[in-house]
């Protein structure tokens, strides 16, 4: 075995290729509400493997020009979308022998929210906006199914304890709004004072001073106060 006097020397003659690699990319599960439903961006795959299927937008990390795995998520989601996300989180690791025909593959999977679906602009791919009962009845590449499942299960638990949905929501809302976006993410209704004790406690909002119909009735326009952060509670909703 080869001796080194300094970690400096065995740096300059450590040869990465000693080791296999593994083929390895960033996939990003995309939201947001579109319709009064909870959406999922796909992309057409324009190359093989699995040319002309339906995938989740995402790409090979960048080791020139990325400096983290968030920085390629960023990266690829702004590639496939034009628009840049107001949040982004690390779901979960996958890797094996069988997930990518090419090859030993490993893959960090993101979610991302958009309050704007419609700011998309042409990437030059096709893409669609799908819901989650369709996402499922789509024959995806890869692992693309399971990792939808990690997604919305850990988007679901999150937004049972934090102020996530402000962020996939237009830059002004009324608290109903505000409730359905929650209701319609985690696929239950919550009930109305309970929610409106829980938002007020965070004071995240202020008021604009506009009102809006809603419900057939005029309500306050409120809006993210501009250093507000994502806000954890102690308890799920």
Known sequence: METFKSEKEFLTSYNI???????????LCIFSLLDQSLKLLLVRRSDYP?????????GFVDIKQDMNLEVTAIRKL????????PYVEQVETFGNQTRDPRG???TVLYFALLANSDAITDSGE??????????????????HQDLIHKAIDR???????????????????????????YEIIMDRSVDKKAFRRRIDSAKLLVETGEMRQDGGRPAKL???KKSAETHFYNRSI
Do not use: N
């Not at 699995?50 to 995402?58: N, Q, S, V």
């Not at 702004?78 to 996300?85: P, R």
């Not at 638990?157 to 976006?181: D, G, R, W």
């Open 17 to 27: 290729h000693d080791f296999d690699l593994p083929l390895t990319t960033v996939d």
């Open 50 to 58: 699995y040319k002309d299927c339906w995938a989740l937008p995402g």
């Open 78 to 85: 702004e590639q496939k979308t034009g628009v840049k996300t």
């Open 104 to 106: 030993w593959s490993m």
């Open 126 to 143: 096709e893409v669609c906006w799908v819901t989650l009962a369709e996402a499922k009845k789509i024959e995806l590449a890869f692992d």
């Open 155 to 181: 988007l679901r638990s999150k937004v049972s304890y934090s102020t996530l949905p402000m962020h996939i929501l237009p830059a002004t809302f009324t608290l109903a709004e505000l409730q359905k976006a």
């Open 222 to 224: 409120f809006k993210l």
